[in-house]
Structure formats: C-alpha cells, structure tokens
C-alpha cells in the first residue's frame, strides 16, 4: 500500500464506519418507522461498498483489488433499487382515500394524488356527475362521445326528414 493513500483510506473508513452506525442506529431506534427497513438495508450495502473500496485501495496484488472490486459490485446496484423502495414506503399515502381537516374546520375527503414538502394534492370523491345542467358532451360520457352523439342524432334526423321528401 503507498503511503499517498493512507489519508484517502482513513477517510474512506470514516465514512464505512458512519453508515454502519447509522443502520445499527436505525435497527435500534427507528424500526417502525415508514421506509426504515430499506433504509437499513441501504446503509448497510453502503458500508460493504464503502468498506470494500478501503480494502481495495489498500490492496497489494492485482487478485486482490479484483476480489474487493467483485465485492463492491456486488452491494452497488442495489442501493438505487431500496432508496426508491425507501421513497416510495415513506411517501406511502399516494393513492390512499384521506380525510384532512383544515385549521379553519373544512373536512376535505379525496384520493391522495400527489404529495409535495408543503402540499397535499386529492382528488375529491363527493363530486358527482351532476354539473347544474353544464357537462361534457351528451350523458357526461366526454367531449368526444358529445359530438358522435350530435352526429348520430344529425343522420337520423336528415333520414327522417329526406323520407318526408320521398
């Protein structure tokens, strides 16, 4: 090992030994909270990586740095695969009915839609189809189904009055 890498290893080591403290910490501490399993699991394979790469910088022959390399790959492409599974457990309302109740006293009750750091998107559920008389298109079924509908009635009707004409 060049003694030009012991800085570098030494700071490499600090951060394996961090990331094992914090999944040891979050194993402990904060086992029940949303998204604490995969983030276990994510600072766990971050300290093999971590680790391995310190042990790879300190390897002597080319079988070695092999070895460690085949290690740190081994815990590299999953640690993307639980940071979203660890996103996705966390954020876990979306798509869920909620009922929020403001500070002023307004219930309101939808489906999650989408979440951000100071907002809650919902999608309401007591909307129903009837819109005073105002829609879209012909029986609510959409813009589309509205004009088919208005071309339909139109044929039928220049039938009718081209056999008056007949």
């Not at 030494?10 to 999944?23: E, W, Y």
């Not at 399993?37 to 766990?44: A, E, N």
């Not at 910088?57 to 079988?63: A, G, N, P, V």
């Amino acid at each position: 090992m060049p003694r030009e890498l012991l800085l570098y290893i030494l700071v490499v080591i600090m951060a394996g030994a961090l990331s094992l403290f914090l999944c040891l910490f979050a194993k402990l501490k904060i086992k029940d909270a949303p998204g604490a399993k995969p983030y276990i699991l994510v600072t766990l394979l971050s300290s093999i990586f971590t680790f391995s790469y310190a042990f790879e910088l300190s390897s002597t022959s080319l079988e070695q740095i092999k070895f460690w390399l085949r290690v740190e790959y081994l815990a590299l492409p999953f640690i993307p695969v639980f940071l979203l599974l660890m996103c996705i457990e966390y954020v876990g309302g979306v798509g869920r009915p909620v009922e929020i109740r403001t500070s002023r006293g307004t219930v309101h009750r939808g489906i999650v839609h989408r979440v951000t750091p100071n907002r809650v998107y919902i999608r309401p559920l007591d909307v129903g189809g009837n819109l005073g008389g105002f829609g879209y298109g012909g029986f609510n079924a959409g813009y589309g189904w509205g004009a088919a509908n208005g071309f339909a009635f139109g044929a039928i009707a220049s039938l009718v009055f081209l056999a008056f004409l007949w």
